[in-house]
């Protein structure tokens, strides 16, 4: 089983550790003789490179021009910088409401031209009804004690949605099966989103896969999406993690494709979403 994505933060951390080590070692020096050449105390050198400590720019800038690697300062800072990144507090991105958490991405959504989208837990964002996406959105307010803007955060998400029904566009989706008898909202509610599912499917930019819950072709992932085959967006509990290493993301790519392989599509997948239809109480 690959790592979890918190493993691959800090993977990506260890990385930059690494590259440090490295280049303090081509240069011939020990841990003491580059605190010497950089002020810093030893340990400030053993924390950096161990990873304990996670640098700042001008450490990188430092770092490199003592070993004479002046030219490896721009590389390392954006490394740094994306391992930084990666890692998103929900509740500090939340702190506001979750209307401009639905806003901020809307740019992101516009210029992806396909779109692979992942769902071990809820329907996706892109193919929720309003109410489905407000009853959703309130529950995440409450748990993660935001305040509940859950009402506008529903339009925008919505809004956000639109670009689904634009020529030019696809939208690779996979489905766990069991999300679709995980209920949301009341029963009104999921009866609606569930008859959504069935219009949507039918849009030539959308092509939807239900995981089936016996034989899977694999085991359940976290959810995640994928962007142009340039960027992963894997949701967590408490964190979102962004993801651009070209090998990691070609992992990605792998689990939706084989995933996808062992899904049911076209006339089995209307199937699955009518039974779970005819099993609402």
Same mark, same amino acid.
């Given at each position: 089983?690959?790592?979890?994505? *918190?493993?691959?933060?800090?993977?990506?951390? %260890?990385?930059?550790?690494?590259?440090?080590? /490295?280049?303090?070692?081509?240069?011939?020096?020990?841990?003491?003789? =580059?605190?010497?050449?950089?002020?810093?105390?030893?340990?400030?050198? *053993?924390?950096?490179?161990?990873?304990? *400590? #996670?640098?700042?720019?001008? %450490?990188?800038?430092?770092?490199?021009?003592?070993?004479?690697?002046? %030219?490896?300062?721009?590389?390392?800072?954006?490394?740094?910088?994306?391992?930084?990144?990666?890692?998103?507090?929900?509740?500090?991105?939340?702190?506001?409401? =979750?209307?401009?958490?639905?806003?901020?991405?809307?740019?992101?959504?516009?210029?992806?031209?396909?779109?692979?989208?992942?769902?071990?837990?809820?329907?996706? /964002?892109?193919? #929720?009804?309003?109410?489905?996406?407000?009853?959703? =959105?309130?529950?995440?307010?409450?748990?993660?004690?935001?305040?509940?803007?859950?009402?506008?955060?529903? %339009?925008?998400?919505?809004?956000?949605?639109?670009?689904?029904?634009?020529?030019?566009?696809?939208?690779?989706?996979?489905?766990?099966?069991?999300?679709?008898?995980? #209920?949301?909202?009341?029963?009104?509610?999921?009866?609606?989103?569930?008859?959504?599912?069935?219009?949507?499917?039918?849009?030539?930019?959308?092509?939807?896969?239900?995981?089936?819950?016996?034989?899977?072709?694999?085991?359940?992932?976290?959810?995640?999406?994928?962007?142009?085959?340039?960027?992963?967006?894997?949701?967590? =509990?408490?964190?979102?993690?962004?993801?651009?290493?070209? *090998?990691?993301?070609? #992992?990605?790519?792998?689990?939706?494709?084989?995933?996808?392989?062992?899904?049911?599509?076209?006339?089995?997948?209307?199937?699955?979403?009518?039974?779970?239809?005819?099993?609402?109480?």
């Amino acid at each position: 089983m690959p790592p979890s994505s *918190s493993a691959r933060v800090q993977e990506a951390r %260890d990385r930059i550790a690494f590259r440090l080590r /490295g280049l303090r070692a081509d240069a011939g020096l020990t841990g003491q003789q =580059l605190a010497e050449l950089t002020g810093w105390q030893g340990s400030k050198v *053993s924390r950096l490179q161990s990873g304990r *400590s #996670q640098p700042s720019d001008e %450490d990188i800038r430092v770092w490199c021009r003592a070993c004479g690697a002046e %030219d490896e300062a721009a590389d390392l800072i954006a490394s740094a910088r994306q391992a930084q990144q990666m890692y998103t507090e929900w509740r500090r991105v939340q702190g506001r409401g =979750l209307k401009g958490v639905q806003q901020a991405r809307t740019p992101l959504y516009e210029r992806t031209k396909t779109m692979r989208v992942y769902s071990s837990s809820v329907i996706p /964002g892109m193919l #929720q009804t309003r109410a489905y996406a407000a009853a959703l =959105l309130s529950e995440i307010s409450r748990f993660n004690r935001t305040p509940d803007d859950s009402s506008a955060a529903a %339009d925008a998400r919505v809004e956000r949605s639109r670009v689904i029904r634009r020529a030019g566009r696809r939208f690779p989706i996979l489905i766990e099966e069991s999300v679709l008898r995980r #209920q949301v909202g009341s029963t009104e509610t999921m009866a609606e989103q569930l008859g959504y599912l069935l219009q949507v499917a039918a849009l030539p930019t959308v092509t939807l896969g239900i995981v089936p819950s016996r034989a899977m072709p694999m085991w359940p992932l976290e959810t995640f999406t994928i962007f142009d085959e340039e960027q992963v967006g894997v949701e967590l =509990l408490t964190a979102a993690i962004t993801i651009t290493t070209p *090998s990691e993301v070609a #992992q990605y790519l792998a689990a939706h494709e084989e995933l996808s392989a062992g899904a049911a599509h076209g006339p089995a997948a209307l199937r699955l979403i009518a039974r779970a239809v005819s099993e609402l109480a």
